[in-house]
C-alpha cells in the first residue's frame, strides 16, 4: 500500500497568515490526492480534490497543487474558522489512503 | 439534498461482529462508490475499504482485509460495513462517505457511528 506523509503534524498561526502543509506519498500518485478538513466531532469535508480542484462552495483562499509525490495545501489568508485538521487523502491502484493530518491553530 | 444515514451506536464484545448501514438519498446510489473509514477518540482517520455500488465490487486495506466485508443493497440504498472478531482497539467512530461523481474525492459524509468494543 502507499504511504502518505503530512508535515507538520501541527501549527500555529495568526489571524492573516498564509498556511502552508506538504503531503508526499511514497509512490507516483499522478494528481490522484484530495484534501479534506475536520473539525472537532465533525466528519471530514472535502475541499480539494485531483490535486488542484477546488469542490463547489469552497472558500477560494484554499488551493492545492502537484503531482507525482508531492502535494501542497495552502490557506491564503487563515481565519478563525479555518481550526480544524487537514488531511490528505491518495487513490491509487484501487486503494485509499489517509495522511496523518495537520493540525491548526490560532496564535 | 443529498444525504447518507448511519445507524445507531454500538455497544460489542471482544470476538463479536458489528454490521454498520448507511442509507443514501437524494442522489443515484447504484452510480456511486461508498467508502467506509473510522476513527478513534483523538486519533487520525483510517481508510477500511469500499465498494463500487452498481457492480458490487470491493477492495479493502490490508489491514482489514481479513476481518471486513462491505455489501450494499441497492433496492433500499444502503450501504453496510461489518467488521468480525472484534477487539478493543476498534473501538472508534466509522464513517461512510459517497464520492462526488466527477473524481476520487468523498464529497458527501454520514454522521457517523460509534462502535464501543468492551467486554
Known amino acids: 500500500d502507499i504511504q502518505m506523509t503530512q508535515s507538520p503534524s501541527s501549527l500555529s498561526a495568526s489571524v492573516g497568515d498564509r498556511v502552508t502543509i506538504t503531503c508526499q506519498a511514497s509512490q507516483d500518485i499522478t494528481n490522484y490526492l484530495n484534501w479534506y478538513q475536520q473539525k472537532p466531532g465533525k466528519a471530514p469535508k472535502l475541499l480539494i480534490y485531483d490535486a488542484s480542484n477546488v469542490e463547489t462552495g469552497v472558500p477560494s483562499r484554499f488551493s492545492g497543487s502537484g503531482s507525482g509525490t508531492d502535494f501542497t495545501f495552502t490557506i491564503s489568508s487563515l481565519q478563525p474558522e479555518d481550526i480544524a485538521t487537514y488531511y490528505c487523502q491518495q487513490y491509487d491502484n484501487l486503494l485509499f489512503t489517509f495522511g496523518p493530518g495537520t493540525k491548526v491553530e490560532i496564535k | 439534498q443529498m444525504q447518507l444515514v448511519q445507524s445507531g451506536p454500538e455497544v460489542k464484545k471482544p470476538g463479536t461482529s458489528v454490521k454498520v448501514s448507511c442509507k443514501a438519498s437524494?442522489?443515484?446510489?447504484?452510480?456511486?462508490?461508498m467508502q467506509w473509514v473510522r476513527q478513534a477518540r483523538g486519533q487520525r482517520l483510517e481508510w477500511i475499504g469500499w465498494i463500487v455500488v452498481g457492480s458490487g465490487n470491493t477492495n479493502y486495506a490490508q489491514k482489514f482485509q481479513k476481518r471486513v466485508t462491505i455489501t450494499r443493497d441497492m433496492s433500499t440504498s444502503t450501504a453496510y460495513m461489518e467488521l468480525s472478531s472484534l477487539r478493543s482497539e476498534d473501538t472508534a467512530v466509522y464513517y461512510c462517505?459517497?464520492?462526488?461523481?466527477?473524481?476520487?474525492?468523498?464529497?458527501?459524509w454520514g454522521q457517523g457511528t460509534l462502535v464501543t468494543v468492551s467486554s
Open positions: 462517505a459517497a464520492l462526488s461523481g466527477y473524481s476520487y474525492g468523498y464529497k458527501y
Open positions: 437524494g442522489f443515484s446510489f447504484t452510480s456511486s462508490a
